[in-house]
């Protein structure tokens, strides 16, 4: 356990971990499907992607053991990531976000036809 601040400052930072967990697997999707679309194999997308500075937890780990192998486990309930999304932005300040892309990964998660899920549907490797 990591004392992060004050009353609230916990649930902040897992809020913005989460945040920050949807955008990697938000940008990773729209960035394989294109590639795969383009006739690019996503196991050698990801092995040059997770070799330079783009890589992230999701192109290490969430993407090929769970995406790749299409075995998508049950492990986290995307509504719970939703609520996550929603939690950070005002909930400690009274704001809005001031950056407008800070809001797109819960629209993103939210839609049924957004790139996650398009990915989950489409992506053949």
């Known amino acids: 356990?990591?004392?992060?601040?004050?009353?609230?400052?916990g649930h902040a930072v897992k809020a913005i971990n989460n945040a920050l967990l949807a955008v990697n697997l938000w940008a990773a999707g729209e960035g394989l499907v294109a590639l795969v679309k383009q006739g690019v194999s996503a196991e050698k997308a990801l092995e040059v992607i997770n070799a330079s500075s783009g890589r992230s937890n999701a192109t290490e780990n969430l993407i090929p053991q769970r995406v790749l192998?299409?075995?998508?486990?049950?492990t986290f309930a995307l509504g719970l990531l939703v609520?996550?999304?929603?939690?950070?932005?005002?909930?400690?300040?009274?704001?809005?976000?001031?950056?407008?892309?800070s809001a797109s990964p819960g629209r993103f998660m939210k839609w049924p036809s957004g790139s996650w899920a398009r990915m989950r549907t489409t992506w053949r490797p």
Do not use: Y
Request: proline share 15%; charged share 20%; aromatic share 8%.
């Open 83 to 101: 609520k996550d999304l929603a939690s950070p932005w005002g909930s400690w300040t009274g704001r809005r976000p001031q950056a407008p892309s």
């Open 69 to 74: 192998t299409r075995a998508f486990p049950k």
């Open 1 to 9: 356990m990591v004392h992060v601040g004050p009353v609230g400052a």
